[in-house]
């Protein structure tokens, strides 16, 4: 018969590790609790230093209040705060932080020194913490303000330590961190620096897109669109303001969505879905916008102490304040870029030969078939009087053998080759097509101009966010195998001084962009290579409002039929709309 344990009280250095768990993931963030800390002692500079991720040793220094030398090793007790004294403040919470959690739970895991003066004490004094128990402490001098030294992450909680990732990616997160606190905080000094040289720093000024500028870069800073503080009507004392992104300006991901609710970072599905609501028709599907969003409500109408982390809120009126936000966001985009009228048909067609009718083909095509010259006059405005019959869904037959060889027709609208099948008509757009053309040509090395770098006069100057700029340090490697050759030009910016030779006379900053944003530090080397070849498809391929001669026209469609994938794009966006012969022969009656 097994021995029943008893219960009993845990060691407090064991609940105290679990509970360290609970609060630090990695060294991101401790560095967002030590950095809310700072913001709640009124700093007006904070500096963050960290070496190897932040694995090896993070610092966080400002100039803040600092804390008294009687109450700094109370500090490090759990459950201690300066921020809350009685349950009813618990509906009322000003600060970032205000659990009592942070320095115990980081002083549980690892090495801890700090260093701390207020303005009224005559000496600083020093704390050097192992294990979670206060070892040596010491009268120093310094100014007011507070310094705290992480070393050894985990030192004291080997099981975590092991499911830290690299070196690049905890920086990265990092980064991600002080980029949102310096949004959110346009008029604290942040600066950031890693093994010794500086990420980034902002000045301080209080003007939001001046840090947008140094965060993100000149293009989005320039093209961002601004609220000001804008009450919501019927809810008291909540207000939105912020800088959003016209149009133009889009992401792959949700990562350069910036959203704070009094000053605090916060992850809220619904107000994310609902802030991309607002941008519908003024951004393509699957993309997402820009923003730096701050959302000011009353204390008591926002629970913050739904999560340890306190990422997560709740609002008390939820449904009003985020269709507020929705409407005030779309007020902005609308009357910046006002919803274009979409005619079914916006000019004349391409004017090609074709020789005589649409009749049914045999069961397979001579492929070096030439259009003859005789024959009817092909107009694209004269072929169909009602678009609504077209099937509205993207060709769904089989990849590549079982698209059948198409006889071109003509051009429509300066972006459509209309080509003849065995089944019926093909509406092939001619970006797309020729988009996944290239792509299938770059990725298997069969363009002559694959990965031939080209040299250019004048290297150009490419404006980049600090994301951007470690990138590109990050897979130096893999760019330049793929024609780029970079050269850092100071905070911000790096000099483009060769280019794959396929991207000659095209947009080169608009497609490194590109390119960039679709890189992060967990991309793997093959994944790379097929968003390089996507970029330089998108770029290189023929774009639509281009009028294509006879030849041309044959050319594409011939090289599409021998793609392994004809029927979507890199992006997957369709490259055809197919109206089958059946339903022609029914709407003429045929049938």
């Not at 060769?498 to 679709?518: Q, Y």
Request: charged content about 25%; some cysteine.
């Amino acid at each position: 018969m097994s021995q029943v344990n008893q219960i009993k009280m845990m060691p407090e250095d064991v609940s105290a590790k679990i509970a360290a768990g609970e609060v630090i993931e990695n060294p991101a963030s401790v560095i967002k609790e030590l950095v809310e800390n700072s913001i709640d002692a009124n700093s007006t500079q904070i500096i963050v230093e960290i070496e190897d991720g932040g694995i090896k040793l993070m610092r966080v220094s400002d100039n803040g209040t600092g804390v008294s030398k009687d109450q700094v090793g109370l500090a490090f007790q759990r459950f201690a705060t300066s921020k809350i004294i009685d349950w009813e403040q618990f509906d009322n919470i000003e600060t970032l932080g205000f659990r009592g959690e942070a320095l115990p739970s980081i002083a549980a895991v690892s090495d801890v020194d700090m260093m701390t003066k207020t303005q009224e004490d005559e000496f600083g004094i020093k704390f050097q913490i192992k294990n979670g128990i206060i070892e040596n402490k010491k009268n120093v001098g310094l100014s007011s303000g507070t310094t705290i030294e992480v070393g050894n992450l985990f030192k004291y909680l080997p099981a975590r330590r092991k499911f830290l990732k690299g070196i690049s990616t905890e920086s990265s997160r990092i980064s991600v961190v002080l980029n949102n606190y310096a949004l959110a905080n346009p008029s604290i000094k942040f600066r950031l620096i890693s093994n010794g040289k500086q990420v980034f720093a902002t000045n301080g000024s209080g003007d939001l897109r001046e840090v947008v500028l140094t965060l993100l870069g000149l293009n989005v800073a320039e093209s961002m669109l601004e609220i000001e503080t804008h009450p919501i009507e019927n809810i008291n004392g909540v207000s939105v303001s912020g800088l959003i992104g016209s149009g133009e300006i889009h992401r792959k991901t949700r990562k350069n969505m910036y959203v704070f609710v009094n000053g605090r970072w916060i992850n809220n599905r619904s107000l994310s879905y609902t802030i991309q609501q607002a941008y519908r028709g003024f951004l393509p599907d699957g993309l997402f916008p820009v923003l730096v969003l701050n959302i000011v409500v009353p204390f008591d109408k926002v629970d913050v102490n739904v999560h340890p982390s306190k990422k997560e809120v709740r609002f008390m009126e939820e449904k009003e304040v985020f269709g507020s936000v929705q409407k005030i966001i779309r007020n902005v985009l609308v009357n910046r870029n006002p919803v274009p009228v979409i005619n079914a048909y916006r000019g004349g067609g391409q004017k090609l030969p074709v020789s005589g009718s649409i009749s049914k083909y045999p069961g397979s095509f001579d492929k070096n078939r030439v259009l003859s010259s005789s024959g009817t006059e092909f107009n694209s405005a004269n072929l169909f009087g009602d678009d609504s019959a077209f099937e509205e869904a993207a060709y769904k037959g089989s990849i590549r053998k079982l698209l059948p060889i198409l006889r071109p027709i003509g051009q429509m609208n300066l972006t459509y080759v209309i080509s003849e099948g065995p089944d019926g008509l093909y509406l092939i757009d001619q970006h797309a097509a020729h988009e996944r053309v290239l792509y299938e040509k770059v990725k298997k090395g069969d363009h002559e101009d694959v990965k031939a770098s080209q040299i250019l006069i004048e290297p150009i100057i490419i404006d980049l966010s600090t994301e951007q700029s470690r990138i590109i340090e990050l897979f130096k490697d893999e760019f330049i195998d793929f024609g780029f050759d970079f050269e850092p030009f100071g905070p911000g910016k790096h000099l483009l001084r060769s280019i794959p030779k396929m991207l000659l006379n095209k947009s080169n900053e608009k497609a490194v962009s590109e390119l960039i944003n679709d890189i992060d530090e967990e991309t793997g080397i093959g994944e790379i290579k097929d968003k390089f070849a996507a970029t330089i498809a998108c770029h290189f391929s023929i774009r639509a409002g281009k009028a294509l001669v006879e030849k041309e026209i044959t050319s594409l469609i011939q090289d599409l039929e021998e793609c392994d994938n004809p029927n979507m794009c890199p992006h997957g966006r369709p490259t055809m709309l197919k109206l089958s012969l059946n339903r022609i022969e029914s709407h003429f009656g045929r049938t």
